[in-house]
């Protein structure tokens, strides 16, 4: 099964400060057909103003992924973390039994452009956890990046699900084929243009992937995209 969402597809809201699109239902956007993939439950790209940000709020169970396409963002969490995201960096935060964090555009300028990640976890509760993978524009070409997984190693953050997370950069006319060992997989594309099979995917697509033989991503233009393997 090989499932493509196109990006006009998405749900969308706005506000002032804030332009998103939902890959699946959140907030005031409902979709049942649209309620996530496997333990992939929200996949939203935002546009923040300058300014403007999400106040102090909580969450509990989930493990949740901010990468920022453009600008930096700044988080501040219940944990004592503070830190300003440049683009090209990829935040980690496992909520677990409790945290509360702010996420403001760290410019006062110009928005920030991010993708806001949910992943449910396996377990309830436990600690929350933090962390960051520092990729900027050094993430390397024609290869996928390990970043999380569910068993922890020297190049991956370990996370509360069996899945992993990758970051894919990929030159014209190159091809990757995604790894075996996981049923199932969500591409979502972060900028370019991609083939996969009969597909065609650009910026803001994204394709879920199930039970299919090995499949092979081909760049048509300069690419880069964020692959979740999933049980």
């Known amino acids: ?15 002032d400060w804030l332009d998103s ?9 409902h979709d049942p057909e649209q309620m996530g993939f496997r333990s992939l439950r929200v996949i939203n790209e935002d546009i923040v103003a300058p300014g403007g940000g999400f106040g ?27 830190s300003v995201i440049p683009a090209g960096n990829l935040q980690y935060m496992s909520a677990g039994s409790g945290v509360q964090h702010s996420e403001f555009n760290a410019s006062d300028k110009e928005p920030v452009h991010l993708l806001q990640i949910w992943l ?8 929350p956890r933090y ?30 699900q069996n899945a992993e997370i990758a970051f894919g950069k990929l ?10 060992g996981y049923a199932y997989h969500w591409i979502q594309v972060v900028r370019g243009n991609l083939r996969i099979l009969d597909e ?7 394709l879920a992937i199930a039970d299919s033989p090995q499949l092979v991503i081909t760049a048509l233009e300069p690419s880069e995209f964020i692959v979740f393997h999933l049980q």
Do not use: C
């Open 200 to 206: 065609k995917l650009v910026a803001g697509d994204g």
């Open 21 to 29: 699109r939902h890959s699946f239902s959140f907030g005031e956007y």
């Open 56 to 82: 102090t709020h909580p969450h509990r169970d989930a493990e949740i992924f901010t990468y920022v396409i453009k600008g930096s963002l700044q988080h501040r969490d219940s944990m004592g973390n503070e």
């Open 120 to 127: 449910l976890p396996n377990v309830s509760g436990g600690d």
């Open 131 to 160: 962390a960051e993978k520092e990729m900027g524009t050094n993430a390397k070409s024609n290869t996928l990046t390990p970043l999380f997984s569910g068993k922890e190693s020297a190049e991956t953050v370990a996370i509360r």
């Open 171 to 180: 030159d014209p006319d190159h091809r990757l084929g995604l790894p075996h």
């Open 1 to 15: 099964m090989i499932k493509k969402l196109p990006s006009l597809e998405r749900g969308h809201t706005q506000f």
